[in-house]
């Protein structure tokens, strides 16, 4: 029981401090990466970071919590937004969409990719586990959102989305790196 | 502080779930209104909503100057791909739903509206969702916030000093080591404090009321 208790303390506590680390992210300015041309927000490296780092449970409430912050009106999301507005407004999709990206890239890494003994197959499957959550799952909310908040048709919305790839790509390699080097000194932060 | 919202007005007294509950309906409502006189009556009335609300037309602005420039893209790009009248009807629903949304927010303490979700979460504590670890969750996250961000400048220059400012991973790696440490000195602070965050109500409010500010305004 108390061992128990140990744990479902500690769960909470990680699920709280990769919360404020996905909202901390927001407020810090934007991050210049060599080969971009435009600064990126780190937010969604978060988002990623608290699926491939906590598993699909503490991630995915770890993304809720800060969906749920900022819909109660907290700016904490980037650029100081924050307030029901974002959630109705055209971007909502892609707010919405991080608790299913967490969760499906907690399920892909606890599961199935940090699982490979060979560095390079775990490097690789940790970042096509890091892109389906965070880039197809995130889109896959974003996208047709965009298209019934605005009523713009399905395909101008993805393409619109589009513009955001750049960014995203950078952000799974960089999520990618991250995870499998702090699960090497972590290991039991999945508890496997 | 960051955030807040205005606590006079006649609005800021009425209950957070009604505000929230009347959301919901004209999120709805504005779907259903197909002609553009009906539209402009709908903002209209939004517009003198927030009027009530004495939210003040500069802090409405303010909060949502981003979305008049996703709303004035949407509006060309509609117009340019489909119809003008189309564009106008689109353009005219996002403004109404967004000016009552940010009125509920500034008008609605945050506190307030984050009782209403653990009010609302209540039914969901027989599927193992516990509302004490719910409580506990939500104000530790905010006791974080700070921290971590004040922890990020802090690496930053840190790695800044050894030429690697501007990697990411230099800055993310060792800032993520540094939480996951302080998750677990916190967890073991709560354990040996005896917060049995595991039983069910006994001392639901406890981390709230000792993470808020001494005047009763929100935390941060």
Known sequence: MSQQRTDTTQSTVLTAVFAALIAALGLVPAIAIGILPVPITVQTLGVMLAGALLGPLRGGLAATVVVVLSIAGMPILAGGRGGMGVLLGPTGGYLIGWIPAA???GLLVKYWAIRFERQAVRYLAVG???????????????????????????????????????????KVVVATLIAV???RSYRRLLGA | MIGGSTKNGPLARVPAGYKFAFLFAAGIGVYLLRDTGAQLAALAAALVIAGFARVGAARLLRAMSGLLIIAAVVFVTMALAMSPSEAVTATL??????????????????????????????????VGLNPAQVSLALSMTLRFIPEIRTKYFEIREAQHARGLGNSPMAVLVPLIVRTLESASE????IDARCYDSAERGTERDGPRRALRAPNGSDPI
Request: glycine content about 8%; hydrophobic content about 55%; aromatic content about 10%.
């Open chain 1, 103 to 105: 969760i499906v890239i």
């Open chain 1, 128 to 170: 096509a586990s890091v892109f389906t959550g965070g880039v197809l799952v995130i889109y896959l909310f974003g996208v047709p959102w965009t298209a019934v908040v605005t009523g713009l048709p399905l395909a101008t919305s993805a393409i619109g989305s589009l513009a955001f790839l750049p960014g995203d790509l950078v």
């Open chain 1, 181 to 183: 080097n702090v699960h």
């Open chain 2, 93 to 126: 629903r996002l403004l109404t739903l967004c000016v009552l949304a940010y009125t509920v927010t500034l008008t609605t303490g945050f506190s307030e509206t984050l009782d209403l979700f653990e009010r609302l979460l209540r039914p969901f504590r027989h």
């Open chain 2, 186 to 189: 916190v967890a073991s602070a």
